[in-house]
Nanobody, 116 residues
Framework: QVRLVESGGGLVQPGGSLRLSCAAS????????MGWYRQTPGKQREMVALIIGSGGGTQYAASVKGRFTISEDRAQNTMYLQMNSLKPEDTAVYYC?????????WGQGTQVTVSS
C-alpha cells in the first residue's frame, strides 16, 4: 500500500521561506511522475510543481516559477518543495502526488499560511 505523508507546513510572514517534505512508503518515487498541488476553499486544486519521470525534468506554475523549487532525495524516497519569497496568495493546503504503477496517490495535505 503506497502512502504519501507531507510535513513542513505552517505560518510564515510574507517574504519568508518554508520547505515541504513528502515521504513515501510502499512504493518508490524516483523515475515516476510526481509533484505538488495546492488548494484553497472554493477553488480547484492546482498544479504547483512537477518532476517528470526518469529524466528529472521539472515544470512549475507561472505563479511560483523562480520562487519555488521541487526536488527529490532518492535515498530517502522523499520529495521536497522549497518555497521562498512567499506571498499571501500562496496560502493554501499543499498536497503531494505521485503516479506509481498506473495509480495516482495523494498525501493528506499540509496547511501553509502566509500572513503578517
Amino acid at each position: 500500500q503506497v502512502r504519501l505523508v507531507e510535513s513542513g507546513g505552517g505560518l510564515v510572514q510574507p517574504g519568508g521561506s518554508l520547505r515541504l517534505s513528502c515521504a513515501a512508503s510502499g512504493g518508490v518515487l524516483s523515475n515516476n511522475l510526481m509533484g505538488w498541488y495546492r488548494q484553497t476553499p472554493g477553488k480547484q486544486r492546482e498544479m504547483v510543481a512537477l518532476i517528470i519521470g526518469s529524466g528529472g525534468g521539472t515544470q512549475y506554475a507561472a505563479s511560483v516559477k523562480g520562487r519555488f523549487t521541487i526536488s527529490e532525495d532518492r535515498a530517502q524516497n522523499t520529495m521536497y518543495l522549497q518555497m521562498n519569497s512567499l506571498k499571501p496568495e500562496d496560502t493554501a493546503v499543499y498536497y503531494c502526488n505521485a503516479y506509481l504503477s498506473n495509480n495516482i496517490y495523494w498525501g493528506q495535505g499540509t496547511q501553509v499560511t502566509v500572513s503578517s
